[in-house]
């Protein structure tokens, strides 16, 4: 079946250690997106790519990284320098003049 | 950028009620889409709807693109309607979708 797939679902790591957050597609979509989910809040843009080898700054980009070196694939770095990582992570795709679908998220924790 | 207002925050039905969710949006848009967030996290895509009405069983959207807001109409609801319902949009410049706060439905039995 076509979809997004994140893993993992549930995520530890301690505080100081940079983390990878895989997001995969296999729908042929162009654009791929990265957002942050904080509890009772709504969902902010960390990063989005509309292109392979290409990608912009949202609106929460610092203490985050991404790469774009094939279609299919988005991963996303949560580094040291960010503040306050402990969030549910969203991955999502389109294509062109279609809707945004979602995978179904990593929820990571850094104690 | 875009400013994205949804209404209310919060709403408690009893199960068979209906109810109205509006999202509000401050400039021209080329995308408006409705999602549901479960309890588990799961973001569904309820309707595409840049303009026009759509309606998919028990629910339907209305998007008014010259006024610059969509509704969202739940009938005859049940408890599995419960969860976060949010509003993302995005203006013809750019691919991004900005997301408005949400309306955290509860459906009670």
């Known amino acids: 079946d076509g979809g997004i797939t994140q893993s993992p679902k549930y995520l530890f790591r301690k505080e100081g250690q940079n983390v990878t957050l895989s997001c995969e597609q296999n729908?042929?979509?162009?654009?791929m997106y990265w957002y942050r989910q904080d509890p009772g809040q709504g969902l902010r843009l960390i990063y989005y790519?509309?292109?392979?080898?290409?990608?912009q700054k949202g609106d929460i980009a610092e203490g985050y990284s991404v790469s774009r070196e094939k279609k299919e694939s988005f991963p996303l770095t949560v580094t040291s320098a960010q503040k306050n990582p402990t969030a549910f992570y969203l991955c999502?795709?389109?294509?062109?003049?279609?809707?945004?679908?979602f995978g179904n998220g990593t929820r990571l924790t850094v104690t | 950028g875009i400013q994205v207002e949804q209404s209310p925050p919060d709403l408690i039905l009893q199960e068979g009620a209906n109810s109205t969710l509006r999202c509000n949006f401050s400039?021209?848009?080329?995308?408006l889409q409705w999602f549901h967030q479960n309890p588990w996290g799961q973001l569904i895509n309820l309707f595409y709807?840049?303009?026009g009405t759509k309606q998919n069983g028990r629910l339907s959207a209305t998007t008014v693109a010259t006024e610059r807001y969509s509704l969202l109409y739940i009938s005859s609801s049940q408890t599995t309607d419960s969860g976060v319902y949010f509003c993302?949009?995005?203006?013809?410049?750019?691919?991004?979708?900005?997301f408005g706060e949400g309306t955290q439905l509860t459906v009670n039995p």
């Open positions: 999502a795709s389109r294509g062109q003049n279609s809707p945004l679908h």
């Open positions: 729908l042929n979509h162009d654009a």
């Open positions: 790519s509309q292109i392979v080898n290409d990608f």
């Open positions: 400039d021209s848009v080329n995308n």
């Open positions: 709807i840049p303009s």
């Open positions: 993302a949009v995005s203006t013809s410049s750019g691919s991004r979708l900005t």
